[in-house]
């Protein structure tokens, strides 16, 4: 496995190779995310707070009982209040947000219309509001069924269920395109759009945040949620201090009437008996007696009424009115707060059942709140009865000692202090109920102060998104990844050769002789001579202090040091595929043997599209064929080419193109004449068609003393390159070597550049 380093190297490598694709697609995001963010509509957020105060009951145990059962309760159900389609549609409804602008994009309603009113049964369509010249404006649906309508200056606007009113400033614009969405459609993007948070569960703080591309209607809509909540929970509050008030009342009403019977009573006894004053001692002993007397009576008639009430079928209902006539709980502020909350319930479940039915939820969520106050009511009874049969038990106690007593003491006195002792109670339950009646309508007239907004709405002055500086950056990195990742995985699935070492290590470790760089333009240096040649292909001769000349150099002082002896003479230079660069490689090595002194013949082995006589601008026939089929002398077909001053090249051009070419290589005219080369020349250069599409280089590599395949980086395929050798080795052909051609020194850094060395001062 790669280390790190070379990890690191490969992927600057592929970089460098492919900069192109590095830079574009980093530029091609980076100008998609500008025309994007700088075409979108931004988007507003509009916030505010809401403080709740937990609500105290009168009764401290119960505050503790409630903060141990779940403390944030409340808070939370206030946060569904505020969730909930009712104030969203309430919403929806006042500032009639079913209306959406589409054109002219990036202006505020307000801007458009000063009034709108959307029908809770408009449907979905699309209408353009076109000002005429005349004053007039004509609103027609798009896409839609229904024909223009035209409106007088100044008139409202009416189509689609929408009734709205121009502003002036809407006149300037040629068109106006707005949609109109259904209640349904309206309600869920309120709903997605709508967020409400609490943002630290130590502190009662609801936040209010709601998004839109209109700064000053998202700013309207936060107001309208927050006034909308505190008005709902200020009517709420209202209807339970009313509930009281009404409750009260009818108890007063209830308790004047018995207090008027009871003093009348008293008057008309009284005066029928015509009692007078005793003695003290008897007045005494007759008030005891009909205390206790009294005591007994009040408290087994409720017990008895309890009882009764108590012995119903459990599944019946309980209600406040059945409570009416025992005075003693109504005494209770515990029973009397129950109640006052079981009338409120039932009350506010009435005004549900005006609108909704006994499925809806929140008509079984009250049901469930009057059934959990009822039992809490028959829990509180049923204690108290208990309590009066223990009283009523001592009472009779106490009065079977004064059963003497009261034999001495009349009958009319012990009445008339009965009704005496009754009337002096329904006056002081009337008193107590008197005051509870004004502190309850002192409740309902103030305001509740438990809830308040903290931080009003604000018109947004920066759009939440898009964030342009952000974008850009994220999009850069983004791009910056994209472009290094696709490098390197257009890298990765190259199946060309790149490196040296790339192709050492396909090869089987077989030696790269040369690694010969892209051909540049020749610099033509002073007092250099020319030789003819055809795109500039012999640059050993034409740019001889080019990289590219020294790399053939080097390639030559490579091959010197890989032939074995003497009789390694001759070398086939051939590659897998056409275009690879074997003629380039063939005349430019040549050429540079010929230029160290070494008698160098070049033949041109190709005999189907051999060209090497147009490089170097020499008749084609007699050549190789014409040798070969014995009709020309080897010494009449050799060309003497002049490189540069006295150095000269031995070429034999390919002759006459034959039908033929593999049979006459294969001949034994082939076999002598290639024998007759190496006496004859201390280097034989063979340049042999591509291996891949003919067995005429394969013929030639098992002929000569050693093969030198060319591969052209970037551009060579490895199976092509597997399948050369296969074909070498098939032949037994020795492969002495490869030349890596057409090398981009941009992405190796086995080369400098040639202004590095030569452009310096000689010294």
Request: proline share 5%; net charge negative.
């Amino acid at each position: 496995p790669a280390s790190q380093p070379d990890a690191i190297r490969n992927v600057v490598r592929a970089v460098r190779r492919h900069w192109l694709l590095a830079v574009g697609i980093p530029l091609v995001v980076i100008l998609t995310t500008a025309a994007i963010v700088f075409y979108m509509e931004p988007v507003y957020g509009a916030h505010a707070t809401i403080r709740i105060d937990e609500k105290k009951s009168n009764v401290g145990v119960l505050d503790a009982l409630q903060t141990l059962s779940g403390a944030g309760s409340q808070i939370e159900t206030e946060m569904e209040v505020l969730r909930s389609r009712t104030l969203a549609l309430h919403i929806i409804d006042s500032l009639g947000l079913q209306l959406d602008v589409d054109r002219p994009r990036r202006t505020m309603r307000r801007e458009l219309f000063s009034a709108v009113y959307v029908s809770p049964d408009a449907q979905l369509a699309e209408f353009a509001i076109r000002p005429r010249e005349n004053g007039s404006v004509q609103v027609a649906p798009i896409d839609g069924p229904g024909e223009p309508r035209s409106f007088a200056e100044g008139q409202p606007l009416s189509f689609g269920g929408v009734t709205a009113v121009l502003a002036p400033e809407a006149l300037d614009h040629d068109e106006i395109r707005v949609t109109v969405m259904d209640r349904q459609r309206a309600l869920r993007g309120f709903q997605r759009t709508a967020v409400i948070g609490r943002p630290n569960r130590e502190a009662d703080i609801i936040s209010i945040e709601y998004q839109g591309t209109d700064s000053v209607l998202i700013r309207n809509v936060v107001d309208a949620l927050a006034a909308s909540f505190i008005a709902r929970r200020q009517r709420e509050q209202s209807t339970d201090a009313s509930g009281m008030v009404t409750f009260l009342q009818t108890q007063i009403d209830t308790l004047a009437r018995q207090l008027g019977v009871a003093e009348e009573a008293l008057r008309d006894y009284s005066e029928t008996t015509g009692l007078v004053a005793v003695d003290a001692q008897a007045e005494e002993q007759v008030k005891q007696l009909a205390t206790l007397q009294a005591q007994r009576d009040a408290l087994e008639a409720e017990r008895t009424a309890l009882g009764a009430l108590l012995r119903q079928e459990p599944g019946k209902q309980w209600g406040a009115r059945q409570l009416l006539g025992f005075q003693s709980l109504l005494r209770s502020p515990a029973t009397s707060e129950m109640l006052s909350a079981l009338t409120a319930a039932e009350a506010a479940r009435a005004e549900l059942l005006d609108k909704r039915t006994m499925e809806d939820p929140e008509v079984i969520t009250m049901t469930a709140r009057i059934s959990e106050i009822e039992s809490q009511l028959r829990s509180v009874v049923g204690s108290y009865y208990q309590g009066l049969t223990n009283q009523v038990a001592a009472l009779n106690t106490a009065l079977g000692g004064y059963t003497a007593q009261l034999r001495e003491i009349p009958e009319q006195q012990i009445t008339v202090a009965r009704l005496t002792r009754q009337a002096s109670l329904l006056e002081e339950i009337y008193t107590l109920l008197e005051r509870r009646l004004k502190e309850a309508e002192i409740t309902a007239s103030v305001h509740d102060s438990s809830v308040r907004v903290v931080d009003p709405a604000m018109t947004p002055a920066k759009p939440v998104r898009p964030n342009k500086k952000v974008s850009l950056a994220f999009a850069a990195f983004i791009g910056l990844l994209a472009g290094i990742g696709c490098t390197v995985a257009v890298e990765y699935a190259d199946r060309t050769f790149q490196t040296r070492e790339d192709l050492q290590e396909h090869t089987g470790g077989t030696p790269v002789l040369g690694l010969i760089p892209r051909i540049r333009p020749p610099t033509g240096t002073a007092g250099t001579r020319v030789a003819p040649q055809a795109g500039g292909r012999l640059v050993a001769v034409n740019d001889p202090r080019s990289p590219t000349a020294e790399a053939y150099r080097r390639l030559r002082t490579n091959i010197s040091f890989v032939r074995t002896g003497e009789a390694s003479r001759m070398f086939t230079i051939t590659s897998p595929t056409a275009g690879d660069g074997k003629s380039t490689t063939s005349s430019n090595l040549a050429a540079t043997l010929a230029q160290q002194g070494v008698r160098c013949l070049l033949v041109d082995g190709d005999l189907r599209r051999g060209a090497l006589n147009d490089v170097f601008e020499v008749p084609r026939e007699p050549g190789f064929s014409e040798v070969l089929l014995g009709r020309a002398a080897l010494e009449n077909a050799v060309h003497a080419v002049r490189l540069d001053g006295n150095v000269s090249l031995d070429f034999l051009p390919t002759g006459t193109l034959p039908p033929n070419p593999a049979e006459l290589l294969s001949s034994r005219d082939a076999q002598d004449l290639l024998r007759r080369m190496r006496e004859s020349y201390d280097i034989v250069i063979m340049d042999a068609p591509p291996l891949n599409l003919v067995t005429d280089g394969a013929l030639l590599g098992a002929s000569s003393d050693g093969v030198i395949m060319v591969v052209r980086a970037g551009v060579t395929h490895r199976d092509a390159v597997n399948y050369a050798m296969d074909l070498l080795g098939a032949v037994r052909a020795e492969l002495i070597g490869t030349v890596l051609n057409d090398v981009h020194d941009s992405s190796h850094a086995y080369y400098g550049s040639e202004k590095g060395y030569y452009g310096q001062d000689s010294r």
